[in-house]
């Protein structure tokens, strides 16, 4: 049974940083790739970062990068996404997800079948 236990979110003023984590069971993050997923109110889901069985990572999200690093402790069984320079539009529930695949897929909207149950990220001032 896969279980994902997501912590770090909360409210932030623009221009701070919150480090989300996710730890995970039932699967390990050293045979298969991991990501993150964002759903804002009234806004599809998108997918924002992943990184795969060996460490490589992907962005998804053009606006977050240079700011969001995602990251990961084998050993731990966890994934981070260090968010920095955090902006209002980063405003959304965020979500861990895996396909149970080694590879990260090509689309951020591919990362879609199995999910945390969420960390709230707000960014107000």
């Known amino acids: 049974q896969l279980q994902f236990v997501e912590s770090g979110g909360g409210l932030v003023q623009p221009g701070g940083s919150l480090r989300l984590s996710c730890t995970v069971s039932?699967?390990?993050?050293?045979?298969?790739?991991i990501g993150w997923v964002r759903q804002a109110p009234g806004k599809e889901r998108e997918g924002v970062s992943c990184?795969?069985?060996?460490?490589?990572?992907?962005i998804y999200v053009d606006s977050v990068r240079g700011r969001f690093t995602i990251s990961k402790d084998n050993a731990k069984n966890t994934v981070y996404l260090q968010m920095d320079s955090l902006k209002p539009e980063d405003t959304a529930t965020y979500f861990c997800v895996t396909n149970l695949h080694p590879n990260c897929p090509r689309e951020g909207r591919n990362l879609n079948e199995y999910w945390g149950q969420g960390t709230q990220v707000t960014v107000s001032s």
């Open positions: 039932g699967f390990s993050l050293g045979l298969y790739a």
């Open positions: 990184i795969r069985d060996s460490g490589v990572s992907t």
